[in-house]
């Protein structure tokens, strides 16, 4: 759902790194954009006008027939104050009005971040830290700065973070916490099952997937672990992450951490098979014209689960190249699932290594769902939407 968000752009050298951030906010979500008069001989006004697509305000006084501070502090979701300068940050802690960001600020009842980023003495000093202290006994959330190279040639804190990381700390702030209370265990990704020190029989699976779906249940106040196999993902130190390589390694990590868990979801593609035997010395490819490589089923960790689900939710995955929602039904009955989530892998731009996935939901007592094309990250949220109706059915019954 698209929120109202508020970046309000201080003077400091950081903000040209607020355009990025604006622009994959405007993509998502509806953006306004406040700079002081300091901001504008950083970046000019007429960047985040196109960026944002609506007006830039950089005085209270304007054109416009109403208070625009008033306007917009009623109108905003969140505000964002992206890079909060000392002289900033001084102002909202003092409760100064004297330009359009600290105006509004103070005149909203949103919820509120506020981004640091200075030189590194400024940053420490005493007066800011107690400035800073201020905002965060009132309830405003504040983002740490980075280390590293500054602008100014020090080596120090004081670094505006990356825009992805706001965007996770702003999708957090804005999520309902429905899932709060709940430990949700989530898996990811594929396995790996040697068959000798260089070979080895996995799939494509990436844990793009499940990742999202651990990040989603994150921001949605749920006490998550994750358990993922070997992956390429830039994976935010969030919550209690398990890192597995073989479908073993995954079937004895999901079975000790299912006791204590409200719910599994189990989005990752552990191999189906594994070498009957393993190697210990590498294969040569000259020793044999033909070599012939003895597989075995692995453990299904769904059907492990069955005896001990209790009154637990459990959420599958289904890969299917046909057949998708027959398949994913006989899967549902046989791993004892609350909910399967079915897709044809045959797609082209969906499932394995997309950012999308076309999917369809299979369910116990009613007609499967089916789902346009979308993106991971949504799609997500729709898994646990249907999650928290399967947490609250099982509290009535």
Known sequence: MKKNIVVCVTGGIAAYK????????????????????????????????????????TDVFN????????????????????????????????GICDDMV??????????????????TAMLENLATQDNIQTLKDRGIDILDSDSGLLACGDI????MPDPDRIIDRIDYLLSEKDLKKYKILVTAGHTVEAIDPVRYISNRSTGKMGYQIALKAYNRGANVTLIIGPNDLDIKDLFNI??????KDMYEAVNKEFEGADALIMAAAPADFTPAEYSEEKIKKEDSDNHDIKIKKTDDIIKSLKDKKDDKVVIGFAAESENVIANAKKKLSSKGADMIVANDI????????SDENKVSFVYKNKNATSFDLMKKSELADIILDNLAVLLKDRKKN
């Open 18 to 57: 607020a355009a990025d951030l604006v622009s994959k906010l405007s993509k998502v979500h509806n953006v306004r954009v406040l700079m002081t008069r300091d901001a504008v001989k950083f970046v000019g006004s007429e960047t985040f006008k196109i960026l944002s697509k609506n007006n830039v305000y």
């Open 63 to 94: 054109d416009e027939a109403k208070p625009m501070h008033i306007e917009i502090a009623k109108w905003a979701d969140i505000f964002v104050v992206v890079p909060a300068s000392a002289n900033t940050i001084a102002k909202l802690a003092s």
């Open 102 to 119: 600290s105006l509004a600020f103070l005149a909203s009842k949103a919820k509120k971040l506020v981004v640091p980023a200075m030189n």
């Open 156 to 159: 120090g804190k004081g670094k």
């Open 242 to 247: 398990i890192n597995v390589v073989s479908s």
């Open 346 to 353: 045959t797609l082209k731009g969906s499932g394995f290594k």
